[in-house]
């Protein structure tokens, strides 16, 4: 689909993701592939900031939540018990003129605000003749809507035939719950409890755009939630309120968060209900970070039939066997880390020049404190050096010796560091070293040695 309009503000961001060493271009060297991106050295450290504060809050800090890591090939029989074999579809229409090729739902979704999710695909095309809607690239006409499948299939083994296919996972949820009853039996959890998994997914996404918001390879932070039938309503309202929470707490703006109900239409086939929780991105639009959906006992049911292997439960007090239902909080890192880095980029007059300032809570920020000697000469590396390494050892930190201090300054401004400490040539007298606090641009003298403790009060 052809790219809205990017926003200035947007696009001085990706410049600064690239300068800086948070996302490049995937193959950037053979001008890119397939709207890939790779996180740098320092978009490494925010995801790894975003996973460690999800699986602290929804896995170490509960009782009943157990991790899970499963494979990202798996027997094709997943998918076909799944249902992702037969309906993981999008509606595909190509441009007579062009041949470009657009998922028909989004188009309309653009063109007229309705969300025509999950709908037959007569209707995808009586909605795009009646709105008249053309081809966003050349304006010619658009046929028929077909279905075009969204999982990446490959081979396993040597041999390329029918019976050596598998698929990339599209969600890390089928893993959790083909390993149910392992999971429930070797930890000897009891309903209700749940099973977090954090990592790689794949879809073949007829249209990506928006930078990293929609991609074919994306990283998702899933929970299936196991209760008994009846109280998944409850459990809805508790995982959309940790849901909010874990956001917030993040950083992202309140303002900018809102949930939104699915339509009976556009639920997916596992779905009874599902809420979306949507951020309101620079493009002026709201693009969803988590789903919480009630899958009932779809999947156990699934897999149970498929494999004939039993997913029952036994409640230990009433001897009663049934197949727990579902709440599912399902959450993207990739689109967490682009809200968070939308929401935190600002840009300040200061004395007649602008400063850019990636203003991150000190949790997400890839790193917490940077170290400046004002020169390289050796009385003063004499404290920069082993002041450093005593912080690093403490918190992702950074030494940096070249360029002015202003200079340096606007480099740790724009990645977001909150605290960089210069180190002078009073240090050698005093022995003190200069803190300067990214947000208010206040400086304290600090005495070498009350410094971590100082920064622990801060940090944490
Ligand atoms: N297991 C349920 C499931 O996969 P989903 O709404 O399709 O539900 C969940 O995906 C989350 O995964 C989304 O809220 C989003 O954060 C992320 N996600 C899905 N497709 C994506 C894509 N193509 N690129 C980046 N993130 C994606």
């Given at each position: 689909?052809?790219?809205?309009?990017?926003?200035?503000?947007?696009?001085?961001l990706?410049?600064?993701?690239?300068?800086?060493g948070?996302?490049?271009?995937?193959?950037?060297?053979?001008?890119?592939?397939?709207?890939?991106?790779?996180?740098?050295?320092?978009?490494?450290?925010?995801?790894?900031?975003?996973?460690?504060a999800?699986?602290?809050?929804?896995?170490?800090?509960?009782?009943?939540?157990?991790?899970?890591?499963?494979?990202?090939?798996?027997?094709?029989?997943?998918?076909?018990?799944?249902?992702?074999?037969d309906s993981?579809?999008?509606p595909?229409?190509?441009?007579?003129?062009?041949?470009?090729?657009f998922?028909?739902?989004?188009?309309i979704?653009?063109?007229t605000?309705?969300?025509?999710?999950?709908?037959?695909?007569?209707?995808?095309?009586?909605?795009i003749r009646?709105?008249?809607?053309?081809?966003?690239?050349?304006?010619?006409?658009?046929?028929?809507a077909?279905?075009?499948?969204?999982?990446?299939k490959?081979?396993?083994?040597?041999?390329?035939d029918?019976?050596?296919?598998?698929y990339?996972?599209?969600?890390?949820?089928?893993?959790?719950f083909?390993n149910?009853a392992?999971v429930q039996?070797?930890?000897?959890?009891?309903?209700?409890?749940?099973?977090?998994?954090?990592?790689?997914?794949?879809?073949?996404?007829?249209?990506?755009?928006?930078?990293?918001?929609?991609?074919?390879?994306?990283?998702?932070?899933?929970i299936?939630?196991?209760?008994?039938?009846g109280?998944?309503?409850?459990?809805?309202?508790?995982?959309?309120e940790?849901?909010?929470?874990?956001?917030r707490?993040?950083?992202l703006?309140?303002?900018?968060?809102?949930?939104?109900?699915?339509?009976?239409?556009e639920?997916?086939?596992?779905?009874?209900?599902?809420?979306?929780?949507?951020?309101?991105?620079?493009?002026?639009?709201?693009g969803?970070?988590?789903?919480?959906a009630?899958?009932?006992?779809?999947?156990?049911?699934q897999?149970?039939?498929?494999?004939?292997?039993?997913?029952e439960?036994q409640?230990?007090?009433t001897?009663e066997?049934?197949?727990p239902?579902?709440?599912?909080?399902?959450?993207?890192?990739?689109?967490?880390?682009?809200?968070?880095?939308c929401?935190?980029?600002?840009?300040?007059e200061?004395?007649?020049?602008?400063?850019?300032?990636?203003?991150?809570?000190?949790?997400?920020?890839?790193?917490?404190?940077?170290?400046?000697?004002?020169?390289?000469k050796?009385?003063?590396?004499a404290?920069?050096?082993?002041?450093f390494?005593?912080?690093?050892?403490?918190?992702?930190?950074?030494?940096?010796?070249?360029?002015?201090?202003?200079?340096?300054?606007?480099?740790?401004?724009?990645?977001?560091?909150?605290?960089?400490?210069t180190?002078?040539?009073?240090s050698?007298?005093?022995?003190k070293?200069?803190?300067r606090?990214?947000?208010?641009?206040?400086?304290?003298?600090?005495?070498?040695?009350?410094?971590?403790?100082?920064l622990?009060e801060?940090l944490?």
């Amino acid at each position: 689909m052809a790219s809205e309009t990017e926003p200035a503000s947007l696009q001085k961001l990706r410049s600064l993701c690239k300068r800086r060493g948070l996302i490049f271009q995937g193959s950037e060297i053979y001008q890119g592939f397939a709207n890939q991106w790779d996180w740098g050295p320092l978009g490494v450290e925010i995801c790894r900031n975003v996973r460690e504060a999800w699986w602290n809050k929804f896995v170490t800090s509960r009782n009943d939540m157990v991790g899970l890591d499963s494979s990202i090939i798996t027997s094709p029989r997943v998918w076909e018990a799944s249902g992702h074999l037969d309906s993981f579809t999008d509606p595909l229409v190509e441009c007579d003129r062009c041949h470009g090729r657009f998922p028909g739902d989004k188009l309309i979704e653009q063109e007229t605000g309705e969300d025509l999710a999950g709908h037959p695909l007569d209707e995808i095309d009586e909605h795009i003749r009646k709105n008249e809607i053309a081809c966003p690239n050349c304006g010619g006409e658009l046929g028929e809507a077909r279905r075009f499948h969204l999982m990446f299939k490959t081979h396993v083994g040597p041999v390329e035939d029918e019976g050596s296919v598998a698929y990339l996972r599209p969600e890390t949820a089928q893993g959790i719950f083909y390993n149910f009853a392992l999971v429930q039996n070797s930890m000897r959890m009891r309903v209700p409890f749940g099973i977090a998994q954090i990592g790689k997914a794949f879809r073949n996404e007829i249209t990506t755009g928006n930078w990293i918001f929609r991609t074919r390879e994306f990283e998702q932070m899933e929970i299936e939630f196991f209760v008994e039938p009846g109280t998944e309503m409850e459990w809805f309202d508790h995982w959309q309120e940790e849901t909010w929470d874990y956001f917030r707490t993040l950083g992202l703006s309140e303002d900018k968060m809102r949930w939104r109900e699915h339509s009976e239409d556009e639920l997916s086939h596992y779905s009874s209900r599902t809420a979306d929780l949507e951020y309101y991105f620079p493009w002026e639009r709201w693009g969803e970070l988590q789903g919480t959906a009630s899958r009932t006992d779809y999947d156990l049911r699934q897999h149970q039939e498929t494999s004939g292997q039993s997913l029952e439960y036994q409640d230990p007090m009433t001897h009663e066997k049934y197949l727990p239902y579902v709440v599912e909080p399902s959450f993207g890192v990739n689109r967490t880390v682009l809200a968070l880095l939308c929401g935190a980029y600002r840009e300040e007059e200061v004395r007649g020049e602008t400063r850019v300032v990636l203003a991150l809570k000190p949790d997400v920020a890839p790193c917490k404190v940077a170290v400046f000697p004002l020169s390289r000469k050796d009385n003063l590396t004499a404290i920069s050096n082993p002041l450093f390494d005593d912080l690093r050892r403490r918190w992702p930190a950074m030494l940096d010796e070249t360029g002015s201090i202003g200079k340096r300054y606007r480099r740790h401004d724009e990645i977001g560091t909150p605290y960089c400490i210069t180190v002078d040539f009073d240090s050698i007298d005093d022995r003190k070293a200069t803190v300067r606090h990214r947000d208010t641009m206040e400086q304290d003298r600090i005495a070498l040695d009350r410094i971590p403790a100082y920064l622990e009060e801060k940090l944490g």
